[in-house]
């Protein structure tokens, strides 16, 4: 069994930015693929969580309640003898309202689902819409409490133009559906995200398709009655499409997702639409391989925090992308985070002390995939991409980025050579660090290495020099993954 090294070293793209470090981070689950797709912060400082539990049979909507440290207060399933899943919640100001699509309950394979639930996650009602079609039919993906009821997007064939519409539905506060409306082409049109809009109104994101540009980010805008108030696409070469949106802070809106026009097959899509729905900017992020945008936070920095999946890592695999901007949209520092297998994020906010991440993670937990939180704080200032740009050049092992500056003096570092796995040493800054080198299984053989170069050494060891800032770094021993996923597999496939 061969054994790689991953050093978690964080990339700071600029030198102002201040740099989070993780503070906790929980999984949930069972022995199956379990999963958790959004959340929303809670008036008591914590965070209810919807995805699915999987079992030998298939799975159900999961409704989880986790405390401010991210450790569980209570849970709930609710489903029947096929797939039932949770995509999006609200807390309410009597509980919680949540939707999905459900494959056991109403007529046809899938349905929309909406769920009313109290503050412990005792159902009170449920009702099913659409279900006219046979497969994929109809589902939603997010939902808005109203004064006088709820208000759902998703996609629909029951009541489509095309292949699916972008599907919305005003219901009361029991769930009585009050209107319904599509909106789309001939192909297929998706709504992913909703939010309050001008005047009483709501906006809807997601994307559209035709035949000559593909697909396309896609704007509706509605009234308090459903009524069209206007609707917009904007596209480029290759296909765009929006999974998260947030209002700015000037009343615009921004957007993330995934666009074909960058370096890799995908790439991270950010878009920031001003109040006349003109694009401000557009940036996409990302390196060789597959990088997607699930979600979009506006942070009080005037910035924005983007979470999602990348597989431009050195194994192949697919690790949570986690990343940040100003507030044009230029990048201040981007992580990636995960283990040996398939780690996603699918959905972030700021907290008032750092930011908070949900994912599904087949590399930790006790499933082959479970739901994962993690809790993320700034740290202090600092400027050590050099160190990072240099190990990765010089060393040609796993590094993953992930390192967390400190204010004590020496730096806490590895003690690599006999140490056991979570050993450190105290090392002055300026002073040499050795390091294991691939060929030797970490055993201190290679040559040495400085910021920015290598130099051979004749005693075979590989050393980087620290420089005058202060680090803990943390490392991680594991084998390549070899089970392929399975909820992954499904979850934004294009």
Avoid at 215 to 237: F, I, K, M, P, R
Avoid at 279 to 294: A, C, I, K, Q
Avoid at 370 to 394: F, H, M, P, S
């Amino acid at each position: 069994m061969t054994l790689k090294l991953a050093l978690a070293v964080a990339l700071l793209i600029s030198f102002s930015a201040a740099f989070p470090a993780e503070e906790w981070n929980r999984t949930f689950g069972g022995p199956y693929s379990d999963g958790g797709w959004a959340f929303d912060d809670t008036s008591d400082g914590g965070a209810i969580i919807v995805g699915q539990i999987s079992t030998s049979q298939g799975a159900d909507l999961l409704l989880l309640k986790v405390g401010a440290s991210g450790n569980r207060e209570w849970d709930q399933s609710y489903g029947g003898s096929d797939d039932d899943l949770g995509y999006g919640v609200q807390e309410t100001s009597d509980g919680y309202v949540v939707v999905g699509t459900t494959g056991s309950f109403g007529v046809g394979e899938e349905r929309l689902w909406l769920l009313k639930t109290d503050g412990g996650g005792r159902k009170l009602w449920d009702v099913t819409l659409g279900g006219f079609v046979s497969s994929e039919g109809d589902g939603g993906w997010s939902v808005q409490q109203l004064g006088d009821g709820y208000l759902v997007v998703g996609y629909t064939r029951s009541f489509a133009a095309g292949e699916r519409d972008l599907w919305m539905v005003k219901t009361d506060l029991w769930g009585k559906k009050q209107w319904s409306r599509s909106f789309g082409g001939q192909r297929d049109d998706v709504g992913f995200s909703l939010l309050p809009w001008d005047i009483g109104g709501y906006l809807a994101s997601g994307y559209t398709s035709n035949e000559e540009t593909g697909q396309d980010l896609y704007l509706v805008a509605v009234d308090g009655q459903g009524t069209l108030l206007w609707n917009q696409s904007y596209g480029g070469q290759g296909n765009q499409a929006a999974f998260s949106q947030a209002r700015t802070r000037e009343g615009g809106v921004v957007l993330t997702g995934r666009t074909d026009s960058g370096r890799g097959d995908h790439d991270v899509l950010l878009m920031k639409l001003n109040f006349s729905r003109q694009p401000d900017w557009t940036r996409s992020y990302g390196d060789e391989g597959n990088e997607v945008g699930l979600s979009v936070a506006a942070t009080s920095d005037g910035g924005y925090l983007v979470c999602g999946r990348t597989s431009s890592t050195p194994r192949g695999d697919q690790d949570l992308l986690l990343l940040k901007t100003d507030f044009s949209g230029d990048l201040q520092w981007k992580l990636n985070l995960g283990g040996p297998e398939d780690d996603i994020g699918t959905a972030v906010m700021e907290t008032a002390d750092g930011y908070l991440v949900l994912g599904v993670t087949s590399s930790f937990g006790s499933g082959s995939e479970d739901i994962w939180l993690l809790k993320l704080k700034e740290v202090q200032e600092t400027a050590y991409d050099v160190v990072r740009g240099a190990l990765n050049e010089a060393l040609d092992i796993d590094l993953r980025e992930n390192v967390s500056p400190l204010n004590a003096s020496p730096a806490a570092m590895p003690d690599w050579i006999g140490a056991g796995e979570n050993s450190t040493s105290a090392v002055t800054p300026g002073a040499l660090i050795p390091l294991p080198s691939q060929e030797a299984e970490g055993q201190g053989e290679g040559g040495v290495l400085g910021p920015g170069q290598v130099s051979p050494a004749g005693n075979g060891s590989k050393e980087v020099k620290v420089p005058q800032v202060e680090f803990v770094w943390q490392k991680r021993m594991f084998d390549r993954p070899t089970n392929p996923p399975r909820a992954l597999e499904k979850f934004f496939k294009s």
